[in-house]
């Protein structure tokens, strides 16, 4: 643990050299060709770094936020594009652009004119409370989904298949709502929500589009969804042009959830990852030209279309998500890791006692 520890620091510092560079460097060159040469051995760096990492956390989190969302953010920046780019009259600090490069934040925009600031800060106060319950209540239940795993053996295969959705939900939302909340505190940047309550989607295109981890909805909307639209729209027609750039979208998010997977279990993908992600593509596309036939003259209530709609998800990821993360024994290596964390606190907090314990002896004397 020690030795990823140390692995883990050389890493970041890489990444914080990296993107230092990408802002004092890259940023001078005229956006196009010239400055995306500059920045692909960046992207080269980034892919690679996190292979000298093992751990389920610090090895999954590293290469979610560098080998996926950075390398993508940077390649848009490249063409002056995505969440990196920002007009001559805006300054922009190094450790914001760092923040924003390699975290899964995404700035609010402006606030919307009409409304008084006094009214603003009651709100913007009462949804940070609502949120921090919010996010106290899913630490708790994170803890029950890993205490459930202790009696795996004995509940029904579709009470397990829920506890994995729960697991992989509670973890993003976790990880994903700390990072915002270190960033809001340091440098006080408003940032949109990462998840839109994903347990109310009332069909793929809600689920995906609108509620599930937005921040790489974003990412894939401006470097895969519009650019394919604007390339198709010319020689496809824009009927089947957006058909086509949904399903370019779910293919690149397929491919780089394999990578995510082999940067986890170092096995050979065996692309049912890939299959899950190309198949829900296929169905957003039916999904979309089903509705625009329709025009909204017939839809599900909520309370039918909410169950189809989770349920084609889970049944789907019980499928072709899940058995990957099985066979690279996820579940167990995080568990393996919660109780190592658990360990350390507890030797941290014997020696802080002891510490504490001569001092208050030597005082005595």
């Known amino acids: 643990m020690e030795n990823e520890i140390n692995n883990f620091i050389k890493v970041w510092f ?28 960046i992207v080269i760096i980034f892919i690679l770094l996190p292979l000298t990492l093992y751990s389920m956390h610090l090895g999954g989190i590293t290469a979610f936020f560098i080998a996926w969302l950075a390398n993508f953010k940077l390649l848009l920046f490249a063409f002056d ?5 920002f007009s001559q009259n805006t300054y922009v600090s190094l450790p914001v652009f760092i923040c924003i490069a390699c975290l899964p934040i995404k700035m609010k925009s402006n606030t919307k004119n009409g409304a008084t600031p006094s009214i603003q800060i009651d709100k913007k106060s009462f949804l940070q409370s609502i949120k921090k319950i919010s996010n106290v209540i899913k630490v708790v239940l994170l803890a029950l989904v890993v205490y459930l795993y202790d009696y795996e053996q004995y509940l029904h295969p579709t009470l397990v298949l829920l506890l994995y959705c729960f697991h992989i939900y509670f973890s993003l939302e976790i990880m994903l709502a700390t990072v915002a909340t270190m960033v809001q ?69 397929g491919l780089m959830h394999e990578l995510m997977f082999y940067y986890l279990g170092r096995v050979k993908p065996t692309w049912e990852v ?70 350390f606190l507890k030797s941290v907090r014997h020696t802080m006692m002891i510490s504490l314990a001569k001092i208050v002896k030597y005082v005595g004397v």
């Open 274 to 343: 890939m299959l899950f992600f190309v198949l829900h593509g296929v169905c957003l596309a039916v999904e979309i030209a089903v509705k625009k036939s329709l025009k909204d003259r017939w839809q599900l209530h909520p309370v039918v279309s909410t169950p189809l709609a989770l349920g084609f998800v889970v049944a789907t990821g019980y499928w072709l998500f899940f058995p990957q993360l099985l066979r690279c024994d996820a579940v167990g290596r995080a568990l393996n890791e919660y109780a190592a964390v658990v360990e």
């Open 185 to 253: 505190s340091l440098l006080g940047l408003e940032l949109e929500p990462h998840f839109q309550k994903p347990y109310l989607a009332t069909s793929l295109q809600d689920f995906w589009g609108k509620r599930w981890n937005l921040i790489v909805t974003s990412i894939l909307r401006q470097s895969v969804y519009y650019p394919m639209l604007r390339v198709s729209s010319g020689w496809i027609g824009k009927r089947w042009a957006q058909k086509f750039a949904v399903f370019a979208t779910f293919i690149v998010s």
């Open 81 to 85: 594009q995505g969440p990196l780019s």
């Open 14 to 41: 890489t990444v914080f050299a990296s993107l230092t560079y990408s802002y004092f460097i890259s940023k001078q060159i005229p956006k196009g060709k010239f400055r995306l040469v500059s920045l692909l051995p």
